[in-house]
């Protein structure tokens, strides 16, 4: 086998290139067919991202895809082809092994609205051939939330079950039935795969019908019973879901792989949480994500062998260690990490000239905002996270007895550790008033009092109408835009006996530590009064009964000095001395308790957060949570009824869509469980941002490409979407059908009538009817007609009335019922070529010959 000649040209313009291997080549897939994949194949799928777009990287995907019915010929070609390629295109590729039905997320993300499994293989001589397609009879098993995927099964009762969604693909009539346990967001996206199917495969000239409840369904169950037959009881049991939940993704561990001598050697390196500097440039390793995931890095500086075996050492390791064969394997080169690769270690940082994502580091924000910016510009607003400048309307209330108290405004910034502040924010954006509800709680806050935070939340944002964005803050994790509300004089008292220390011990010394440079990143905390709390790189504040000492170590700025001096009236209104460290008075030591060792070492800059932001789909199954990913997102992937998360790792966004609202406090729950879970051991602390759909801040909404805010004005419900299929005349006319071909049923046996005889092969026929050379289409709706031997005489159907037609003739489609030689004489043109015409066009051209 001689792969290495003639790889194929990728076109730099096209963002997806797929090739099947056929005979031991590559032959490309014609775009039309994308998302349709053989059992008895291996494909190969390329992504080469066309712009660098705000939440992606640089790095390309290539992926190799094996069918269940795969031969080890076709897939070691596949494997071999997929090397060359990595050659070809460089270290900034990830590679992907993938099995049919276990797909990453990655991959599945490219195919809106789902993937399509067809049985079988196609014929050697390979050539694609785009038609429509009539004499087709399947069945398609449609599962998925997110990520839909469409199995063809036997023709029987026997592949339904009552949890998931099936198609009974007729040719000019398509039948969703959807069972008894399905969500109403698993109908509405299998009702999308089949309307695209529709559109694809049928030019949009196929009728569909969907079988909510089969007692109102009675006209598209009898359809469905001829082909079928009669089902003898009811359809099996829901199927239980094989999702991976967090707490087994969590699990991960990093292993070295090298050679000594003639022996592979597989070494533990480390468990979560895992650190950067565990991978050495010299180093193959291999990380084992709960064996879920395989992935296998491969240092810069490894040697060619070691990046060749990559894939059969992912191998080797399954085997070793019993996991599936369909673990998906993953392949990324140091520098062009992925994402999701990233997010496994605590921290991660970009390689000096090696910055896949430029755009994506944290920006300082500037003295002075522009709000107008902010508002225009919201991949601005979202790097910065800040809406606006912070000069809006700010209200704010204690939870005090279980209730909310409103704080004075000149108490305002004025919070406790052992209380819990409600801090609602109005402010304006292109002429719309906007909320934002700020949820601080103390780290001394007791439970009940946190319960009544979010009992409280909930008041305000019902009255508000839902409203209200809800963010919650834990102290010390205060958001830029929650600091620059209080103008950099936020200061958090010890306890809960009021502001300023109302109810302390007049002797009693407090200390202050003052952190930040400008008004968004400056808070101010009490700490414990003694020497050791101080810190050579910042600012202390010491309050006594007669003096407050201004500290000033010295590894401290100018600006830092500036912050402190605006800080100091909302602590104490005594006199101020200000004392640089190393001059300090004996009286400054002796309200401290004496000197004490403490940090003097000058404190290194944080690094800008490099991370990439990553959407999922949040569902629980079984009480744990389950995320699917959806890699290259758009706001096409927000529907109604998703609760998505969006990972920006300085915040979490929880979005609800408009018909998920039942699940508010849930996806709260399941914000702070994806953190407890993952595997980087995230700080329980980060923000937590709940979003409903239609109230979505500019923090938000600058994380996506191209946000559309009328997206949702008009768009229509799954309900409305059903509504509006209008397969009744359809419906008529294959019943009729069914009526006078007498198709036989079997009564309690569940066995179907003769139509299923043929409608396993029928699939297969009609796909390789599509890519197979020299087929002729079925394209006109004539193939399945009752009348398509010989059609009705046209005095028959010309000028004739409704009630003149005759019986099973549907008015609407008097034409369809002419022999193919009457419609040419008629219409000057065959059936097919006036069914591809626009429908305005039909109707004009049916009234001006007598057939409207």
Same mark, same amino acid.
């Given at each position: 086998?001689?792969?290495?000649?003639?790889?194929?040209?990728?076109?730099?313009?096209?963002?997806?290139?797929?090739? @099947?291997?056929?005979?031991?080549?590559?032959?490309?897939?014609?775009?039309?067919?994308?998302?349709?994949?053989?059992?008895?194949?291996?494909?190969?799928?390329?992504?080469?991202?066309?712009?660098?777009?705000?939440?992606?990287?640089?790095?390309?995907?290539?992926?190799?895809?094996?069918?269940?019915?795969?031969?080890?010929?076709?897939?070691?070609?596949?494997?071999?082809?997929?090397?060359?390629?990595?050659?070809?295109?460089?270290?900034?590729?990830?590679?992907?092994?993938?099995?049919?039905?276990?797909?990453?997320?990655?991959?599945?993300?490219?195919?809106?609205?789902?993937?399509?499994? !067809?049985?079988?293989?196609?014929?050697?001589?390979?050539?694609?051939?785009?038609?429509?397609?009539? =004499?087709?009879?399947?069945?398609?098993?449609?599962?998925?939330?997110?990520?839909?995927?469409?199995?063809?099964?036997?023709?029987?009762?026997?592949?339904? =079950?009552?949890?998931?969604?099936?198609?009974?693909?007729?040719?000019?009539?398509?039948?969703?039935?959807?069972?008894?346990?399905?969500?109403?967001?698993?109908?509405?996206?299998?009702?999308?795969?089949?309307?695209?199917?529709?559109?694809?495969?049928?030019?949009?000239?196929?009728?569909?019908?969907?079988?909510?409840?089969?007692?109102?369904?009675?006209?598209?169950?009898?359809?469905?019973?001829?082909?079928?037959?009669?089902?003898?009881?009811?359809?099996?049991?829901?199927?239980?879901?094989?999702?991976?939940?967090?707490?087994?993704?969590?699990?991960?561990?990093?292993?070295?792989?090298?050679?000594?001598?003639?022996?592979?050697?597989?070494?533990?390196?480390?468990?979560?949480?895992?650190?950067?500097?565990?991978?050495?440039?010299?180093?193959?390793?291999?990380?084992?994500?709960?064996?879920?995931? @395989?992935?296998?890095?491969?240092? !810069?500086?490894?040697?060619?062998?070691?990046?060749?075996?990559?894939?059969?050492?992912?191998?080797?390791? @399954?085997?070793?260690?019993?996991?599936?064969?369909?673990?998906?394997?993953?392949?990324?080169?140091?520098?062009?990490?992925?994402?999701?690769?990233?997010?496994?270690?605590?921290?991660?940082?970009?390689?000096?000239?090696?910055?896949?994502?430029?755009?994506?580091?944290?920006?300082?924000?500037?003295?002075?905002?522009?709000?107008?910016?902010?508002?225009?510009?919201?991949?601005?607003?979202?790097?910065? !996270?800040?809406?606006?400048?912070?000069?809006?309307?700010?209200?704010?209330?204690?939870?005090?007895?279980?209730?909310?108290?409103?704080?004075?405004?000149?108490?305002?910034?004025?919070?406790?550790?052992?209380?819990?502040?409600?801090?609602?924010?109005?402010?304006?954006?292109?002429?719309?008033?906007?909320?934002?509800?700020?949820?601080?709680?103390?780290?001394?806050?007791?439970?009940?009092?946190?319960?009544?935070?979010?009992?409280?939340?909930?008041?305000?944002?019902?009255?508000?109408?839902?409203?209200?964005?809800?963010?919650?803050?834990?102290?010390?994790?205060?958001?830029?835009?929650?600091?620059?509300?209080?103008?950099?004089?936020?200061?958090?008292f010890q306890g809960s006996t009021g502001h300023k220390g109302e109810g302390q011990p007049a002797s009693a010394a407090r200390l202050f530590h003052v952190q930040g440079t400008d008004s968004h990143n400056t808070r101010t905390m009490e700490v414990?009064?003694?020497?050791?709390?101080?810190?050579?790189?910042?600012?202390?504040?010491?309050?006594?009964?007669?003096?407050?000492?201004?500290?000033?170590?010295?590894?401290?700025?100018?600006?830092?000095?500036?912050?402190?001096?605006?800080?100091?009236?909302?602590?104490?209104?005594?006199?101020?001395?200000?004392?640089?460290?190393?001059?300090?008075?004996?009286?400054?030591?002796?309200?401290?308790?004496?000197?004490?060792?403490?940090?003097?070492?000058?404190?290194?800059?944080?690094?800008?957060?490099?991370?990439?932001? !990553?959407?999922?789909?949040?569902?629980?199954?079984?009480?744990?949570?389950?995320?699917?990913?959806?890699?290259?997102?758009?706001?096409?992937?927000?529907?109604?009824?998703?609760?998505?998360?969006?990972?920006?790792?300085?915040?979490?966004?929880?979005?609800?869509?408009?018909?998920?609202?039942?699940?508010?406090?849930?996806?709260?729950?399941?914000?702070?469980?994806?953190?407890?879970?993952?595997?980087?051991?995230?700080?329980?602390?980060?923000?937590?941002?709940?979003?409903?759909?239609?109230?979505?801040?500019?923090?938000?909404?600058?994380?996506?490409?191209?946000?559309?805010?009328?997206?949702?004005?008009?768009?229509?419900?799954?309900?409305?979407?059903? =509504?509006?299929?209008?397969?009744?005349?359809?419906?008529?006319?294959?019943?009729?059908?069914?009526?006078?071909?007498?198709?036989?049923?079997?009564?309690?046996?569940?066995?179907?009538?003769?139509?299923?005889?043929?409608?396993?092969?029928?699939?297969?026929?009609?796909?390789?009817?599509?890519?197979?050379?020299?087929?002729?289409?079925?394209?006109?709706?004539?193939?399945?007609?009752?009348?398509?031997?010989?059609?009705?005489?046209?005095?028959?159907?010309?000028?004739?009335?409704?009630?003149?037609?005759?019986?099973?003739?549907?008015?609407?489609?008097?034409?369809?019922?002419?022999?193919?030689?009457?419609?040419?004489?008629?219409?000057?043109?065959?059936?097919?070529?006036?069914?591809?015409?626009?429908?305005?066009?039909?109707?004009?051209?049916?009234?001006?010959?007598?057939?409207?």
């Open positions: 086998m001689d792969v290495g000649k003639g790889l194929p040209a990728i076109e730099s313009h096209r963002e997806l290139h797929i090739w @099947i291997i056929e005979n031991l080549k590559m032959v490309p897939v014609p775009e039309k067919a994308y998302g349709n994949f053989f059992e008895e194949h291996c494909y190969i799928i390329l992504h080469v991202p066309q712009s660098p777009k705000p939440m992606q990287g640089a790095s390309s995907d290539l992926h190799y895809w094996v069918g269940k019915e795969a031969g080890a010929e076709a897939q070691g070609a596949a494997g071999a082809f997929v090397q060359l390629l990595q050659e070809a295109l460089g270290s900034q590729t990830v590679q992907h092994r993938e099995a049919q039905g276990h797909e990453s997320d990655c991959f599945l993300s490219y195919f809106r609205p789902g993937i399509i499994y !067809r049985k079988g293989g196609l014929a050697s001589d390979l050539k694609h051939v785009e038609t429509n397609v009539f =004499n087709i009879q399947r069945l398609l098993h449609i599962k998925g939330r997110k990520h839909v995927s469409a199995t063809e099964v036997e023709l029987s009762w026997n592949s339904f =079950n009552k949890g998931d969604v099936f198609l009974l693909d007729l040719g000019r009539m398509m039948i969703q039935w959807n069972g008894p346990k399905t969500s109403i967001s698993e109908k509405s996206r299998g009702l999308t795969l089949t309307c695209s199917l529709q559109e694809r495969e049928r030019g949009g000239r196929a009728q569909i019908g969907v079988v909510d409840d089969e007692a109102e369904a009675t006209d598209l169950m009898q359809i469905m019973e001829a082909v079928l037959g009669c089902r003898a009881g009811s359809v099996r049991a829901a199927m239980p879901n094989k999702s991976i939940n967090q707490l087994q993704k969590a699990n991960v561990r990093l292993y070295h792989v090298y050679e000594k001598g003639e022996d592979l050697v597989v070494q533990e390196l480390a468990t979560h949480p895992l650190t950067q500097d565990l991978l050495q440039e010299e180093d193959c390793c291999i990380l084992d994500q709960g064996g879920f995931k @395989i992935y296998v890095w491969q240092g !810069r500086m490894s040697s060619p062998q070691d990046k060749k075996a990559a894939f059969t050492r992912a191998g080797g390791f @399954i085997r070793a260690k019993g996991y599936p064969t369909y673990t998906n394997v993953e392949v990324v080169n140091d520098g062009a990490e992925s994402a999701a690769f990233q997010q496994l270690f605590r921290t991660w940082s970009t390689k000096p000239g090696r910055n896949k994502n430029p755009g994506r580091l944290n920006k300082l924000i500037p003295a002075k905002l522009d709000v107008g910016l902010l508002h225009s510009q919201p991949e601005l607003a979202a790097q910065l !996270r800040m809406v606006d400048d912070g000069s809006g309307k700010v209200e704010v209330w204690c939870i005090q007895d279980l209730r909310r108290q409103p704080v004075d405004p000149k108490h305002h910034g004025q919070l406790c550790t052992g209380n819990c502040y409600l801090v609602l924010y109005t402010y304006q954006k292109l002429g719309r008033v906007q909320y934002i509800l700020y949820l601080w709680q103390g780290h001394q806050a007791p439970a009940d009092e946190i319960k009544a935070l979010n009992c409280n939340a909930e008041e305000l944002d019902a009255m508000h109408c839902g409203a209200l964005v809800q963010e919650h803050v834990t102290m010390g994790s205060e958001p830029p835009h929650f600091l620059a509300i209080f103008q950099g004089q936020l200061v958090v414990a009064a003694r020497a050791s709390s101080l810190n050579s790189s910042d600012i202390f504040l010491l309050v006594t009964a007669s003096i407050c000492y201004l500290w000033f170590g010295k590894g401290c700025n100018g600006d830092q000095r500036e912050m402190a001096r605006v800080v100091v009236p909302a602590i104490s209104g005594k006199s101020v001395e200000t004392v640089l460290e190393g001059q300090e008075p004996n009286h400054f030591w002796v309200a401290l308790g004496g000197r004490a060792p403490y940090p003097n070492s000058k404190r290194l800059p944080e690094e800008g957060c490099s991370r990439q932001p !990553r959407l999922f789909e949040c569902c629980s199954q079984m009480g744990c949570l389950v995320l699917t990913e959806v890699v290259f997102f758009s706001q096409e992937d927000l529907g109604k009824y998703d609760v998505m998360l969006l990972d920006t790792w300085q915040e979490i966004f929880l979005w609800l869509g408009e018909a998920a609202s039942e699940w508010k406090k849930a996806a709260v729950a399941w914000g702070r469980e994806y953190l407890e879970t993952h595997p980087a051991g995230r700080s329980p602390a980060t923000p937590l941002v709940l979003i409903k759909q239609g109230h979505e801040p500019p923090t938000f909404t600058g994380w996506f490409f191209a946000w559309d805010p009328y997206k949702w004005t008009n768009h229509q419900s799954h309900e409305q979407v059903e =509504n509006s299929l209008g397969a009744a005349a359809a419906v008529s006319e294959i019943t009729a059908e069914v009526n006078n071909l007498q198709l036989s049923r079997w009564p309690g046996e569940g066995r179907a009538g003769p139509l299923t005889r043929q409608a396993l092969k029928g699939s297969q026929d009609s796909s390789e009817s599509e890519l197979a050379p020299g087929r002729k289409a079925a394209g006109s709706p004539t193939s399945t007609s009752p009348a398509s031997s010989g059609g009705l005489p046209r005095e028959l159907l010309r000028h004739q009335a409704a009630e003149d037609l005759p019986e099973g003739v549907d008015p609407a489609r008097k034409e369809f019922y002419l022999s193919d030689s009457d419609f040419q004489d008629i219409f000057g043109k065959s059936k097919e070529e006036f069914y591809s015409m626009a429908k305005w066009k039909q109707q004009q051209e049916k009234k001006r010959l007598g057939f409207f």
